[in-house]
């Protein structure tokens, strides 16, 4: 059973900073490319960044470009979000995914609220 847990999340004025964590209980974590997602009240969820299992590759939405950073670390089964400059439109629940074939398993979430 895969399980997704993310940790690190809660209430930051803006201009501050908080590093997300997810730690995926899965075999050959290596192998696989993870996504931190964010859903904001209203909106969709949207892509906020993705890495690739050996961490050379990144993708990043352009609104978090320059502010935020993913990274893992493959003997931890564990993937990071530092989110720097932290804006009051980065309020949301963050997710981390990982997609194993067309299944796609998803944590439970972590609450981010950017508020003075």
């Known amino acids: 059973q895969v399980q997704l847990v993310e940790s690190g999340g809660g209430l930051v004025r803006p201009g501050g900073s908080l590093r997300l964590s997810c730690t995926i209980s899965i075999t050959r974590f290596r192998t696989y490319n993870v996504g931190w997602y964010r859903q904001a009240p209203g909106k969709q969820r949207e892509l906020v960044a993705a890495?690739?299992?050996?961490?050379?590759?990144?993708n990043y939405a352009q609104s978090v470009k320059d502010r935020f950073t993913i990274s893992r670390d493959n003997t931890k089964n564990t993937v990071y979000l530092q989110m720097n400059n932290l804006k009051p439109e980065d309020t949301a629940i963050y997710y981390c995914?990982?997609?194993?074939?067309?299944?796609?398993?998803w944590g439970q979430g972590t609450q981010v609220t950017v508020s003075s």
């Open positions: 995914n990982v997609a194993l074939g067309p299944i796609y398993y």
């Open positions: 890495i690739g299992g050996s961490g050379g590759y990144t």
